[in-house]
């Protein structure tokens, strides 16, 4: 009994061993029964893309500018004569007509001004006709004096051939000599106030030609009372009321010629070039805006004389196309609007929706299945029909006609780029 045991003691750790080594068999058994998964290929991903092939033709680039109304035309009226305000008929923003009446002035003290002037004017011509008549009195009064000097000269004589007879007393011939000298005096003042006769007559008609130049002065400024419209226009301001004195130089209204209205925007530099061949060419560059719900079509008339010092652009001037009726003016002077210009056919370009633009000048062709970056120059943007999609005109060296150029933004957008096109 003691040896039995002796010996299931001796034994009893080779259970747990054998256990071990049976579930090392299985585990081993189930690793090598397990399944191999398929091995998955990976494969590059290509994005779905609308493409456009290029066509080669004309197209007219539209740019869009900021423009500033304003009048070459664009007066304020001053007072020419100091007076008192008696009535201002008009109001800011009121339409006026050439020649009517827009400020009357008290014109009582320049009509007394005119009045003096004219009594001026008649006091000279009276001593205009005064010399006259004196002058003609010189030439008949200068025979009379010639004649009595005549007659004392042979008195002298006579008393002179008494004298050596000692049949007369020196004091008689010392009175003939008195009188004869004193009638050639005569005489002589006689002649020279005919030979001054010419110079007197040109002071009093110079004087004459300054009292009528002073007087045509005074009834301009009379006239002046009566401050009037110099064209049709449309007042901006009016700076007086009535009872005020105003003074010469005075600002008193101010106005602009609603017929002589013009736009002036700044045309870039890209554009000046091809504008300046326009214009040579006696073509109309046309274009719109639309000021206050109204849509007015404008034509470029000239370009600026001097360039904006370091804007990059050149002034144009653009005009209304049709002249506006009367009392309607769409463009309000000052004010700032948007300008659309068409501007003349680019040959040998193609256009491309704006989705195909990257950046500012990049475009992607698909070559093979694949993008392939471009640099391009971009001419502006071409004047799409209502509801369609605008397009952006662009010419490059390395582009034909027939490549297809992805119109699809894509956030990842390289070159190398695996895409699909849609509809191929």
């Excluded at 849509?295 to 653009?318: H, M, P, Y």
């Excluded at 989705?355 to 093979?368: D, K, L, M, P, W």
Aim: glycine share 4%; proline share 4%; hydrophobic share 40%.
């Amino acid at each position: 009994m003691s040896s039995f045991n002796t010996l299931n003691q001796k034994h009893k750790w080779l259970l747990p061993l054998i256990i071990l080594v049976v579930a090392g068999l299985i585990i081993t058994a189930l690793i090598a029964t397990k399944p191999t998964p398929p091995k998955k290929e990976i494969t590059e991903k290509a994005w779905l893309v609308s493409s456009e092939h290029l066509q080669f033709a004309s197209a007219s680039p539209y740019i869009t500018l900021l423009g500033h109304v304003e009048s070459p035309f664009d007066s304020t009226l001053s007072a020419a004569i100091s007076s008192d305000v008696l009535a201002v008929p008009i109001r800011d923003g009121q339409f006026v007509e050439k020649g009517q009446v827009l400020i009357t002035l008290d014109a009582r003290e320049i009509n007394l001004f005119v009045s003096q002037r004219r009594a001026d004017v008649k006091e000279l011509k009276a001593q205009i006709n005064a010399e006259a008549n004196r002058f003609e009195m010189d030439k008949v009064s200068l025979n009379e004096e010639q004649r009595l000097l005549d007659i004392a000269i042979q008195g002298v004589k006579r008393q002179a051939k008494l004298k050596a007879s000692k049949l007369v007393a020196q004091e008689r011939y010392d009175n003939a000599e008195s009188q004869r000298a004193q009638q050639a005096l005569s005489l002589n003042a006689r002649k020279l106030n005919i030979a001054d006769h010419p110079s007197r007559l040109n002071q009093l008609k110079a004087r004459l030609v300054r009292a009528q130049t002073t007087l045509s002065d005074a009834l301009i400024d009379a006239e002046r009372a009566l401050i009037t419209a110099p064209f049709d226009g449309v007042i901006t301001a009016v700076n007086i009321s009535p009872g005020e004195r105003v003074q010469i130089g005075q600002s008193l209204i101010s106005l602009y010629d609603r017929e002589n209205i013009e736009v002036r925007a700044q045309i870039p530099d890209r554009y000046i070039s091809l504008i300046k061949t326009t214009l040579s060419k006696q073509a109309t560059i046309h274009a719109l805006t639309t000021s206050y719900g109204k849509t007015s079509k404008l034509k470029l008339e000239r370009l600026s004389g001097q360039a904006n010092r370091g804007t990059g652009g050149i002034d144009a001037l653009f005009t209304p196309l049709q002249r506006p009726e009367k009392h309607d003016s769409d463009l309000i002077l000052s004010s700032t609007l948007k300008i659309q210009v068409t501007l003349p056919p680019l040959e040998n370009v193609v256009t491309l929706p704006l989705s195909a633009i990257y950046g500012s000048n990049r475009i992607y062709r698909i070559e093979n299945g694949r993008l392939q970056s471009i640099d391009v120059d971009i001419l502006g943007k071409q004047l799409s029909n209502k509801g369609e999609q605008d397009r952006v005109i662009i010419r490059s060296k390395v582009l034909k006609n027939g490549d297809a150029i992805a119109t699809t933004q894509l956030p990842n957008a390289i070159s190398g780029l695996k895409i699909n096109e849609r509809g191929q």
